[in-house]
Nanobody, 127 residues
Framework: QVQLVESGGGSVQAGGSLTLSCAAH????????MGWFRQGPGKEREGVAG????????YYTDSVKGRFTISYDNAKNTMYLQMNSLKPEDTAMYYC????????????????????WGQGTQVTVSS
């Protein structure tokens, strides 16, 4: 099995930056793609960014393009999300997740495709 552990959440003012980490443990060679998701108060869970474990062709949802950067360190089996120019609407619980199969079109973060989830880390952005 694979276990995912997020860290790096916190509280910042608008315009600030945070970096989230997601460490994968266990049978990590089974992972094809990893993604970041978030769920704000009263909102559905949405995909934020995804990246293949080969580090190719990252995917971003439109609202974070140009502000967030996803990366994956194969040596450490750890995924990162660098978040810059944070806005109050970025406030949410952020989850990392792993997908265990190949899908053409890259690592699009559709929640139903991801079979293993971390416990989440809270990000709060104040105005």
């Amino acid at each position: 099995q694979v276990q995912l552990v997020e860290s790096g959440g916190g509280s910042v003012q608008a315009g600030g930056s945070l970096t989230l980490s997601c460490a994968a443990h266990g049978f990590t060679y089974d992972i094809n793609c990893m993604g970041w998701f978030r769920q704000g108060p009263g909102k559905e869970r949405e995909g934020v960014a995804g990246i293949s474990t080969g580090g190719k062709v990252p995917y971003y949802t439109d609202s974070v393009k140009g502000r967030f950067t996803i990366s994956y360190d194969n040596a450490k089996n750890t995924m990162y999300l660098q978040m810059n120019s944070l806005k109050p609407e970025d406030t949410a619980m952020y989850y990392c997740a792993a997908r265990f199969f190949y899908r053409s079109g890259g690592c699009i973060v559709s929640p139903g495709d991801f079979g293993r989830w971390g416990q989440g880390t809270q990000v709060t952005v104040s105005s």
